[in-house]
Nanobody, 127 residues
Framework: VQLQASGGGLVQPGGSLRLSCSTSDFSLDSYAIGWFRQAPGKEREGVSCISTSDNSKYFADALKGRSTISRDNAKNTVYLQVSSLKPEDTAVYYC?????????????????????WGRGTQVTVSS
């Protein structure tokens, strides 16, 4: 299974990025998607997730109010948009999937809840 996170890069403080999570191996519409990040020297933390019904969305306090998460089932892609980026957002961002079936409101932010993981994309916020 190949899950790909992309869209990272170097961005100035206050800027924004849209991260994408996609795969060509299976349909994401039956999977909750979680986004996690890991900064150097820190533990991986769950920052966002979206259920298959799109009714449940979670944002960690660090991202709340400046992030959106959405699905495009036609493109088999989930997006995490983060704006007003801060240096402390610098991390490798990973997406992960958890099978819940379609139409589910389940969405978790603990890494143990997810089965498949992408390789991650580096986000660096610096002037």
């Amino acid at each position: 299974v190949q899950l790909q996170a992309s869209g990272g890069g170097l961005v100035q403080p206050g800027g924004s990025l849209r991260l994408s999570c996609s795969t060509s191996d299976f349909s994401l519409d039956s999977y909750a998607i979680g986004w996690f990040r890991q900064a150097p020297g820190k533990e991986r933390e769950g920052v966002s997730c979206i259920s298959t019904s799109d009714n449940s969305k979670y944002f960690a306090d660090a991202l709340k109010g400046r992030s959106t998460i959405s699905r495009d089932n036609a493109k088999n892609t989930v997006y995490l948009q983060v704006s007003s980026l801060k240096p402390e957002d610098t991390a490798v961002y990973y997406c992960a999937t958890a099978w819940t079936g379609s139409g589910s409101s389940l969405c978790g932010h603990f890494s143990t809840q997810y089965q498949y993981w992408g390789r991650g994309t580096q986000v660096t916020v610096s002037s």
